[in-house]
């Protein structure tokens, strides 16, 4: 059995990796425009193969939003399974656990004959910060 090569940490990817310390989802372009902002000369298309390797090797997050975007933040569950409550506004998430939805799919799964499923859940709203602003 052979072993998968490791992604290399390279220059632009650590400055990418530090960026998404800073937390909510963002847009490959807005992860961009804030390396730019800081002084980074990384192009677009680094940071979106950087993203979505970083995302195949679950340590970054990405959402689907309901225009198609693919939003990205550093994964704080680590590669364990979970879920998201996101902020439509500002982005800000957080990981949310959801055990009772976990054996529901089990059960939904074993009734059709199905086994290895993979599921994703998002629950998106305005968090208390956003709504308070807007009021």
């Known amino acids: 059995m052979t072993e998968e090569p490791k992604t290399r940490m390279t220059k632009q990817r650590a400055a990418i ?55 990205y933040r550093r994964c704080d569950a680590g590669a364990s399974h979970h879920h998201h409550l996101r902020c439509r506004e500002c982005g800000a998430a957080e990981d949310i656990d ?20 993979e599921h994703t859940v998002e629950l998106t709203g305005v968090c208390n910060r956003c709504a308070q602003r807007s009021q």
Not at 51 to 64: H, K, M, P, R, T
Not at 98 to 117: C, K, L, M, N, S
């Open 98 to 117: 959801i055990p009772t939805f976990e054996a529901w799919a089990a059960d939904v799964a074993a009734q059709h004959g199905y086994a290895r499923i």
């Open 17 to 71: 990796v530090e960026a998404l310390a800073r937390g909510a989802f963002r847009s490959a372009q807005d992860w961009h425009d804030l390396l730019r902002h800081d002084g980074s000369s990384i192009g677009l298309a680094t940071v979106y193969r950087a993203l979505q390797a970083l995302a195949d090797a679950g340590d970054v997050d990405a959402v689907l939003t309901e225009s198609g975007e693919t939003l």
